[in-house]
């Protein structure tokens, strides 16, 4: 028996090359019918017997086009009309945007295969793409992805990729960004007066010498200019590092291949994997000890940021390059990543010395994603290109229209509406009037997509987070701030779908208490509605405030201050003393006795920065996280022991683990007894709660030596435990927690 039916297929659907694959598949079923594009997602008619329309169906479920993500498939009955072939229709619009934008893709094969191949049209050219690659979220202004909705509406196509454009039965049918030297954007070398020197391939050549004789250069890649030099190269480095004011924070190395990363870099199985995957992110390794690489690269750390060219652009340049390149996000500090040449000449112009530009605008600027591997499973620190936007499908539809704001560091929006939930790309840190611009335009841009109107408006408790300060700003919307060590936890909750009560372990740096003071070494039992905080670290003073997050000697002096009087500090014989004059440490006793400028803190995350001190590791800090990386690096698992701490009612006390540590000479047994005691209190406090399962969250779980042992103890006394991998841990997270509370 014949029958007519409407498949209606939501999810990431468009430019990925599902219509083309949807008319294949029905030409090689014999299915008769038509596809279309609509601001749901993607149409399908077909008449036929029923067993054929079962066979695509089951082919379409489990082996769709590999950039499409199906969220939903639904079957209606349609009116019989008499199709006598198959056919693929034009994009409709329904005034009801709901498409979910597909995220950036790092170059397939095939088209690697082009630009290598001397016959064919694209050899060379360095914007080369198809259906199944490229860029998608960076070029696109709005639903549905047609090309006059993207920056390359401008760019008639010649012939030879029109017929390539409107042949279904070819990879790059439909493929918005589809282009060729003739037709499409051109690559462009100029110096940083903004004098043009050369065009095509051979600006590439030229800006591949440039580099290889010690240059700092400017690259414009998918989503914003990298700042590139020779990673090999000591004074390119320390020229970058200078000119950028830059002074130690590690910087991702870009390499030609996996078989280059593997002469600097560790690697195990799952991080060859990730390396090489679709996404192809900067995954943090292990380097190789006595490698070429510049030692000012990541000095002082055993980490490495790789990851492998990604682009056309970056694999013609390689074919020229003798060297790995540090390739780095160009932007100034608290700022954006850079689209344009012109800003970048006017915001960078005496940091780099030229600048490869070409003339598709980026609309949407997009960072570089980050993950690292932890328990053989990748865990993302940047939710970036490759994998952002983020959508998730949820369970019920919604009766309202939400925007969560997430935070002020890493910051990310998240909306909600009808099924689906979609978090945005890194935004950044909202420390500057740029950074908070971006984030309105992000928020804008969402708004623009799916012609989202919010009605309800979800941010943080800190009334000084420029955020929540935007929210507050808006009228005739239902606002709701949420703390944010809660939405931490409930941003876990939400990638795992938890609804009922956990034991949530929330550590980070910095977050706004219910009670004023600054929060981060938090245990709440919570559930998707309520929270109740039922431990935290034992308050200590930050001395002089924020700027003891930068100068963690200050906070190992705080600590001293809890456990001895000011002549027993005085009287130490502890590196950590010869920081200070005489006069500055009763300077800083008066500060902390007085509690002038020494707001209190249970941050774990501040701890670290302590302990760091303590072990003569780093008393003043240049970048976040920098104490935890030192940390990791001097841990030792064959060092067993932990320290004493006691828990009392709601305080977890570390002045005995303090009076301890003192004692201690060698830095492998201060940090690895760190680590082993935080991994004890967690499991002592758990046991208390049996009954509930473990949520770990917040950027201090990003340290995976800590996040790896703890998971192995887990295991071994066999309790139930989440902790986020999708969705960052980090305070990039917060959006995901913020939403998932007004959820029905």
Sequence with gaps: MVKSVLVKVKGIVQGV???PYVYNLCISLNLFGWVNNDEEGVNIALEA???????????????????AKIDSIKILPKEFEDFKCFEIRQSENNFNKSTIISPDMAICQDCIND??????PRYNYALTNCTNCGPRYSIINTVPYDRINTSMSKFELCSFCKEEYINPQNRRYHAQPVCCEK?????????????????????????AKLINQGEIVAIKGIGGFHLVCDATNDKAVLQLRKRKNRPSKPYAVMFKDILQVEKFANLNLKEKETILSKEKPITLVNKKQNSILSSF??????????FIAY????????????????????NLKDEPIIRSKEELIEKLGMVVDYILDFNREIINAIDDSVVQIVDNKPLKLRNARGYAPTSIKLEKVQNKKILALGANQKSTIAIAFEDNLVLSAHIGDLNSINSVEYFIRTIDTFKRFYDFKPEILVCDKHPSYESTKWALAQKDIKLIQIQHHYAHILSTMAEYKLKKEVLGICFDGTGYGDDGNIWGGEIFIASQKEYKRVHHFKYFKLLGGEIAVKEPKRIALSLLFESFTLEEVLNLSHPLIKQFSINEIKMF??????????????????????????????????????????IEKYYNKNITEVYSYKIENEDIDISLMIKELLKDTEVEHICSKFINTLVEIILDISNKYKDLPLVLTGGVFQN??????????????KKEFYYSKEIPLNDAGIAIGQLYSQLL
């Design 704 to 717: 995976k030596t800590l996040l790896e042992k703890l998971i192995y103890k887990l295991k071994e006394e």
């Design 115 to 120: 630009i290598n191949d001397k016959t064919n």
């Design 311 to 330: 682009t056309p652009l970056h694999i013609l340049l390689f074919r020229n390059l003798k060297n790995p390149i540090i390739a780095t996000s160009a």
């Design 589 to 630: 006793y008066t500060i902390w006795q007085k509690n002038l400028n020494a707001p209190l803190t249970s941050s774990l995350g501040r701890i670290f920065d302590a302990i760091a001190s303590f072990a003569n590791l780093i008393h003043i800090q240049t970048y976040e996280g920098e104490t935890g990386l030192h």
């Design 17 to 19: 090359g599902f219509r």
């Design 183 to 207: 037709c499409g954007p051109k690559i462009e070398l100029f110096n940083n007066k903004n004098e043009k020197l050369k065009e095509n391939y051979t600006a590439i050549e030229e800006l």
């Design 49 to 67: 017997k029923e067993s054929l329309i079962e066979e695509f169906l089951n082919t379409l479920k489990n082996s769709p086009p590999p950039l």
């Design 297 to 306: 690269v990541a000095p002082n750390i055993d980490r490495l940021g790789c």
